[in-house]
């Protein structure tokens, strides 16, 4: 059995979608495959494409599987079951193991720098004349996967190919409001347990003598869903001095909330922000690997 399967530490919805896709377009060619992880779901993975006819495989690895490996080429993270000398295709887009790769499995290596794999997916499909058969559910995905990955086209690692890509998933299923749609659905997911997606994601910094050590992350759809208070208490709780970046997808600004008016207006010198509302207004959005290079 051909297994594809995906990092052991979560999925997201982009390696999620990917090995649904590709095992869809390798069962329209004739080959069985099984899509097999036991990670675990991040909120990337919505309700409602979980409830989607196509999930993963209840199958039991065994000795003669071979592996397609995606959104994955640190070996640090591949799953117990995969047999390195076993994988006959890996696809992925975060760097470092690319020499390692291609030595391995020449073109059967493909890492490169784009917004997600689920393009690289899509244009498989292109170059095997199934785009036209795809099924509607299975370019929904894939269009979530694109989406995500590239925080709705705006984060830096995006690519021409990913825009058009979801251009053309848009043509084939009609659906021209699914960034709302999505991104709506996945905060929902963050905002019910708003806590653990922002202490899970605090960084504590020494290199920036500019910046407070205590730096929080939150993305999401509409700063207009939030509860400013909460989120305060939050970081508070974390220490005194702090600044959390919210990036707001919809209208791609950076919404930054300090922990004192000091801070507030270091951050209005040091990043050229305008103050409103209790924030320090960046636009567009700056994520906070930017962010902390500023000096
Ligand atoms: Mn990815």
Same mark, same amino acid.
Not at 152 to 174: M, W
Not at 185 to 203: F, G, H, P, R, T
């Given at each position: ?32 495959? @099984? ?98 058969? @795809? ?7 894939? @269009? ?12 830096? *690692? ?17 659906? *021209? ?57 939050? @970081? ?60």
């Amino acid at each position: 059995m051909l297994v594809l399967t995906v990092g052991n530490s979560y999925v997201d919805i982009d390696g999620y979608a990917s090995c649904i896709a590709y095992r869809e377009l390798l069962k329209m060619r004739g080959e069985e495959a @099984m899509f097999v992880t036991d990670a675990l779901f991040n909120y990337s993975i919505t309700n409602s494409l979980l409830e989607s006819s196509y999930i993963k495989d209840d199958y039991t690895v065994s000795e003669e599987d071979t592996f397609i490996v995606l959104d994955l080429s640190n070996k640090e993270y591949f799953p117990r079951f995969v047999k390195e000398e076993k994988i006959v295709e890996l696809i992925d887009h975060h760097r470092g193991f690319e020499e390692y790769w291609n030595s391995k499995l020449g073109d059967r290596a493909i890492i490169e720098s784009i917004g997600a794999v689920a393009t690289i997916i899509v244009e498989k499909y292109e170059q095997y004349n199934m785009f036209q058969k @795809m099924d509607k559910k299975i370019a929904l995905l894939l @269009m979530a996967a694109i989406l995500d990955n590239t925080l709705n086209f705006t984060a830096d *690692i995006t690519s021409d190919r990913d825009i058009r890509a979801y251009k053309r998933l848009q043509e084939l299923t009609g659906e *021209i409001d699914y960034a709302d749609i999505y991104f709506k659905e996945s905060q929902e997911a963050i905002l019910n347990n708003i806590e653990e997606a922002i202490v899970n994601d605090i960084k504590y910094q020494k290199e920036n003598d500019k910046l407070p050590r205590i730096i929080g992350q939150l993305t999401i759809w509409d700063i207009n869903d939030l509860n400013h208070s909460i989120i305060r208490q939050i @970081m508070n709780n974390k220490g005194s001095n702090w600044i959390i970046n919210i990036i707001s997808l919809k209208d791609n600004i950076s919404y930054i909330m300090c922990s004192d008016d000091a801070i507030e207006k270091d951050m209005i010198l040091l990043l050229n922000g305008e103050q409103k509302k209790g924030f320090v207004v960046l636009k567009p959005a700056k994520l906070r690997k930017e962010i902390m290079v500023m000096k």
